[in-house]
């Protein structure tokens, strides 16, 4: 047989989709499995949301659409951009795709030539730099410090770039590490990205999940001379727990949107309409049900991290957006579990953690970040203290 894709043979599956489909399979099977490995809400998608799809199949609106997306539901995400985030985009600089993840890919492929370098600060989104190698880019890779709440700084950036270098792709609030980007370190990026002509990609999709009293969330496309380079990623996956609906946007350039828009209509054509008005729903909702979520959400994270924190040999700081908690596990490895065996990674550690006392969290080296393990608190809180319970009872077990 001849040779199959090396592009995609070249790239790493996602760790995080396989942590979640081994947890679901093995609770398939019966077996007790407490699972902090998903990043998705545990509650339904808000019933307005689901009647709104419902309709649009009752109505018969179930046919071809243009690739970019209804014409309505991208207005409902221009005005949602402009009244929440002060940014203004006409309709036809925003496209509607399935997810935000395929957003994401829709936008490198707008704007990578084999070669481009991106830059990407880690602890990162596990699809960045494989979605940047698919397309024949280069993930140039900038530590984060935990003493900077692992926000990556103007300077190490600018140290970063290259004649190479096309674009960087920053994550506001960050999975896994739940950094919430102060604004000053926002400004200091968003000067070496204008003043080194670099586009950005800047993936929103946890804005609304921001605890912090001192600063606010603010998107990288507000500061000066970053609208016309950035490529707003967002999407109700995470908003309005509709991950399985799969309904993400791009707001971008004009001229790259219509790349985007005709990448689209070559590959998907668009997302699925019923989909699509679902989000028109959730988009012209009051925030109040975002909102109640996230105050449960920072509910959650302090009692989960009231938990971790104890656990000796495990130290983590609290993080201020998202729902994760970031963990170091380090001084955990040499240690040697009950049968003997020694742990001397994050995947080792996880995979014990499963085997033992039915616990799937995401080892750190997923995100590139060795010596850390990532905790979602997108879960109940009966479900976190059955987990936090596991996850001390492992780790005690360690000699
Ligand atoms: C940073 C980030 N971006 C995008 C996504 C994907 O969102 P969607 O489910 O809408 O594709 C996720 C999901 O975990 C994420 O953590």
């Known amino acids: 047989m001849k040779n199959l894709s090396e592009r995609i043979l070249n790239i790493a599956p996602s760790l995080t989709v396989a942590v979640d489909t081994l947890a679901k399979k093995l609770k398939a099977e019966g077996k007790d499995i407490v699972s ?97 190698k698919l397309l024949g880019g280069v993930p140039v890779i ?31 609030p960050t999975n896994p590490t739940g950094t919430l980007y102060s604004e000053d370190v926002l400004q200091d990026i968003a000067k070496v990205i204008v003043e080194n002509d670099l586009y950005a990609v800047s993936d929103e999709i946890y804005e609304h999940f921001s605890y912090s009293d001192s600063f606010r969330f603010k998107s990288l496309a507000s500061f000066e001379g970053m609208l016309q380079r950035t490529l707003v990623i967002n999407g109700l996956s995470k908003s309005h727990c509709m991950t399985g609906w799969r309904t993400g946007y791009v707001a971008a350039p004009k001229e790259i949107a219509k ?45 989960l ?26 001084k955990l ?12 990674d994050s995947i080792e550690f996880c995979t014990y953690l499963l085997e033992t006392v039915g616990l799937a969290i995401v080892p750190g ?8 393990v990532r905790f979602s608190y997108a879960a109940s809180m009966e479900t976190l203290a059955a987990a936090a319970e596991r996850f001390e009872k492992g780790v005690r077990a360690l000699q």
């Open 142 to 172: 900038v530590h984060t410090r935990v003493e900077n709440d692992f926000q990556m700084s103007g300077e190490e950036l600018a140290k970063a770039v290259t004649p190479k270098t096309k674009a960087v792709i920053l994550n506001n």
């Open 36 to 132: 902090l490995g998903a990043g998705e809400p545990d509650w339904d998608t808000p019933l307005e949301v689901q009647n709104a799809g419902k309709a649009a199949i009752d109505e018969g609106k179930t046919r071809y659409t243009a690739p970019q997306g209804i014409l309505e539901v991208r207005e409902a995400v221009a005005e949602k951009l402009r009244r929440e985030n002060g940014l203004e985009y006409a309709p036809e600089q925003i496209i509607m795709t399935s997810g935000a993840k395929h957003a994401v890919f829709n936008s490198l492929l707008a704007i990578i030539n084999p070669g481009d370098e991106v830059i990407i600060p880690e602890p990162y989104w596990v699809t960045y730099p494989e979605l940047v």
């Open 259 to 303: 790349l985007i828009a005709k990448a689209q209509g070559q590959t998907t054509h668009h997302p699925s309409n019923i989909a699509q008005y679902a989000a028109e729903k959730a988009l012209k909702m009051p925030l109040d049900i975002v909102y109640k979520m996230r105050d449960e959400f920072r509910n959650r994270r302090d009692f």
């Open 365 to 372: 080296s997923a995100f590139g970040r060795e010596g850390y």
């Open 333 to 344: 490895f040499g240690k040697k579990t009950p049968a003997g065996k020694v742990i001397s």
């Open 305 to 330: 991290y009231g938990k971790v924190s104890k656990v000796p040999g495990v130290s983590l700081r609290v993080p201020n957006g998202a729902f994760y908690l970031f963990a170091d596990i380090s």
